[in-house]
C-alpha cells in the first residue's frame, strides 16, 4: 500500500468515526440524513443525492460537493436515476448499470463521456433508500473503489442509525398509545367519580331538603344542626335554637282551600329564613313548624322583634290574601351545660306554644 493510499484510508476512519459519534446524537431521520449528507464532502464527488423511501413517503435530498444542502432538482436526470433504483429494483440496483465487483449490494458504477456516477443502496435489513454520488469527469479506478468502500461504511453506519430510531419510534408510538389509552381512562374514571359524587350529593341534598320549601327537612336540620351544635360547644360560640309555627292555617286551609294553605307556608318559610344568617341551619319539621339553629350573640327577644319585622314588611307587600303570623320561641344555648340540641328544641317548642296561646287572648 502507497504512502497515500494509507493516508486516505487512516483519513476515510477518522471520518467514519467522527460520523459514527455524530448519528448517536441524531433525534429523527431527517437530522441523521442531514448529519450523512454532510459527512459525503469527504468523498470528493460534485453532487451526491440521498433517496429515502419509508411508510409509503419518499424523501430526497440533494448535497453539493461541501456537503451542504441543496434545492431537490426532482426533474433532473441524476434524481430519476436514484428514484428508478429504487422504486424499480427495492434499492438493490441489479439492473441499473454495472455492478461492483459483481454484487450489487457493493454498489453500481455508471460511466459516461461527462463523469462517473457510483449507486449504492443502503443495507436492505435497515431501510429502502440508495445513495447516489456524481463526479462531473470520468474518475479512475483507484478512487472510485476508495469512494465505493467508504460509501459503504458510511451507508452501514447511517442504516445502523436510521434501523435504531424507527425503532424507537415504533416503541414510542406504541407507548404514546398506551399512555393515550390510559389517561382517557383515567379522564373516565375521573368524571364517574365526579358524576357519582355528583349524583350522591343530588341524593344526599334531596334526601335532607324540604320539597315545598326549599328548606332543610327534620333529617337535614338534625344531621346540620348537630353539627353545628357541636362547633359552638367546640369553640363556646353563642348560640340559639328557634321553633315557630304559622297561626291560623287551619282556617286558611278551611276557607280559602289547601292549595292556599300550601302557599302560606311556603310564604311562611321564606320570611321565617330571611331573619337569620347563611350559615344557620333553618328548617320546615313537618306541617307548618319550623325550627333554626343560629349562631347568633343576641338575646332572645331580640331574634323575635327581628323576625317580627320580617313579618310586618311581607304583611305590607300584600302578596297574600290572609296575614301571616308565626309564633316563635327562642331560648339560648349555654354550651357549658349538658343539655342536648334536642333538649333546647324541646324548650323552644314550649315557648312557642305559650306565645302561640297570647297570640289567641289578644285576638279575642
Not at 444542502?69 to 438493490?92: E, F, I, K, M, V
Not at 359524587?197 to 320539597?211: F, L, V, W
Not at 320570611?271 to 332572645?300: N, Y
Not at 327577644?301 to 320561641?329: H, K, M, Q, V, Y
Request: aromatic share 6%; proline share 3%; with cysteine.
Amino acid at each position: 500500500m502507497s504512502h497515500s493510499q494509507h493516508a486516505r484510508n487512516s483519513a476515510g476512519i477518522q471520518q467514519l468515526l467522527h460520523l459514527a459519534r455524530q448519528l448517536l446524537t441524531a433525534t429523527n431521520v431527517r437530522s441523521a440524513l442531514d448529519l450523512t449528507g454532510a459527512s459525503l464532502a469527504s468523498l470528493s464527488s460534485d453532487e451526491a443525492l440521498i433517496l429515502l423511501r419509508q411508510s409509503g413517503t419518499t424523501q430526497s435530498l440533494r448535497f453539493d460537493a461541501a456537503g451542504q444542502p441543496l434545492p431537490s432538482d426532482l426533474a433532473s436526470a441524476l434524481y430519476r436515476l436514484a428514484l428508478h433504483a429504487l422504486t424499480q429494483t427495492h434499492g438493490t440496483l441489479e439492473r441499473v448499470g454495472q455492478p461492483l465487483s459483481g454484487s450489487a449490494s457493493q454498489g453500481t458504477l455508471l460511466h459516461t463521456i461527462h463523469g462517473s456516477t457510483l449507486l449504492l443502496p443502503f443495507p436492505p435489513a435497515a431501510c429502502e433508500g440508495v445513495f447516489l454520488l456524481n463526479w462531473h469527469t470520468p474518475q479512475d479506478s483507484p478512487h472510485l473503489a476508495h469512494a465505493r468502500h467508504q460509501l459503504q461504511e458510511i451507508a452501514r453506519l447511517a442504516g445502523a442509525c436510521l434501523a435504531g430510531l424507527n425503532t424507537r419510534q415504533r416503541r414510542e408510538t406504541r407507548l404514546n398509545a398506551r399512555v393515550a389509552v390510559l389517561r382517557q381512562a383515567g379522564r373516565q374514571h375521573a368524571q364517574d367519580l365526579r358524576t357519582r359524587d355528583a349524583q350522591t350529593a343530588e341524593a344526599r341534598d334531596q334526601a335532607s331538603t324540604d320539597a315545598m320549601t326549599g328548606l332543610q327537612n327534620r333529617r337535614g336540620f338534625f344531621t346540620r344542626a348537630e353539627q353545628c351544635f357541636l362547633l359552638a360547644r367546640q369553640q363556646a360560640r353563642a348560640c340559639a335554637v328557634v321553633f315557630a309555627d304559622v297561626d291560623g292555617l287551619k282556617i286558611v286551609n278551611d276557607e280559602l282551600g289547601h292549595e292556599k294553605g300550601d302557599e302560606l307556608i311556603r310564604h311562611g318559610a321564606a320570611v321565617f329564613r330571611s331573619a337569620f344568617q347563611t350559615d344557620d341551619v333553618i328548617a320546615r319539621l313537618g306541617g307548618d313548624e319550623f325550627a333554626a339553629f343560629t349562631f347568633d350573640e343576641a338575646a332572645p327577644e331580640d331574634i323575635r322583634a327581628r323576625l317580627s319585622g320580617r313579618i310586618a314588611d311581607f304583611n305590607r307587600t300584600g302578596r297574600f290574601p290572609g296575614t301571616l303570623s308565626l309564633s316563635a320561641g327562642v331560648v339560648s344555648c349555654d354550651t357549658f351545660s349538658s343539655a342536648s340540641l334536642a333538649d333546647y328544641l324541646q324548650l323552644a317548642d314550649v315557648e312557642m306554644y305559650q306565645q302561640k296561646h297570647r297570640h289567641v287572648r289578644s285576638a279575642r
